[in-house]
């Protein structure tokens, strides 16, 4: 079956300065690929997410490229600020699989003033 | 619009005692899914629905765990006998199916943490 890697698992970042996270999938079938923002005591919140016939997508601060050759793909926040200190979780999905996620282990990103 | 709803926020009881789990999805949305979060396991998939109907439970623990869902906007989970190592954050999500994609991103509660002493 599909396994996500993400790393790293931790990352701290000066406010002001970009943060990358890089998700790899294993199954070349896999099809979508959204990324989530955990904050304390609450649900994952559904950030960005990104389709296998699109290579990059932004929204503002936040962009997510696709690699799918490489079967990898990558979270990047621009102009970072403390309210982006979260735990972030990338996932995979294919078709193969019907409503299932495959979850990262997660990043725990931490913006210092 | 209102997001996923999860009742209790908070659950402490004591070994052997059953504990429900309640949900109440996006409405509209024909996808259910109960997740278990730990640190050591992260999110894992416990169940999901669609159209009420439980398609992949492989996720279930064991059999003390169940899982029920009578209409499209209630689901229940429920741990009967509980026990200490089933402490975990319970998430439930929804998610709408069709439409131009055939993959939906999952809308999350803000979870069920869960405390058995």
């Known amino acids: 079956g599909e396994n996500v890697e993400q790393h790293p698992s931790t990352l701290s970042v000066q406010e002001g300065d970009s943060a990358v996270i890089k998700c790899t999938y294993s199954?070349?079938?896999?099809?979508?690929f959204p990324w989530y923002k955990q904050e304390l005591g609450k649900g994952p919140q559904l950030i960005i997410d990104i389709r296998s016939n699109v290579g990059e997508k932004k929204d503002q601060r936040i962009a997510v490229t696709l690699n799918k050759t490489a079967k990898h793909f990558s979270l990047h926040i621009t102009e970072t600020q403390p309210e982006d200190s979260a735990v972030y979780f990338c996932a995979a999905k294919g078709d193969n699989y019907g409503q299932n996620f495959v979850f990262g282990p997660g990043t725990r990103l931490s913006v210092l003033p | 619009d209102a997001g996923v709803i999860q009742s209790p926020r908070h659950e402490v009881t004591e070994m052997g005692q059953e504990v429900t789990l309640r949900c109440k999805p996006i409405s509209g949305h024909n996808s259910l899914f109960w997740y278990r979060q730990t640190m050591m396991r992260g999110l894992e998939l416990l169940i999901y629905?669609?159209?009420?109907?439980?398609?992949?439970d492989s996720g279930m623990p064991e059999d003390r765990f169940s899982a029920k869902m009578p209409n499209a906007s209630f689901s229940t989970l429920k741990i009967q006998p509980s026990e200490p190592r089933d402490s975990a954050v319970y998430f439930c999500?929804?998610?709408?199916?069709?439409?131009?994609?055939?993959?939906?991103?999952?809308?999350f509660g803000d979870g069920t943490r869960l405390s058995i002493l």
């Open positions: 999500a929804s998610s709408p199916s069709g439409g131009g994609y055939s993959n939906q991103p999952q809308h």
């Open positions: 199954d070349s079938a896999s099809n979508y």
């Open positions: 629905f669609n159209n009420n109907v439980p398609i992949d």
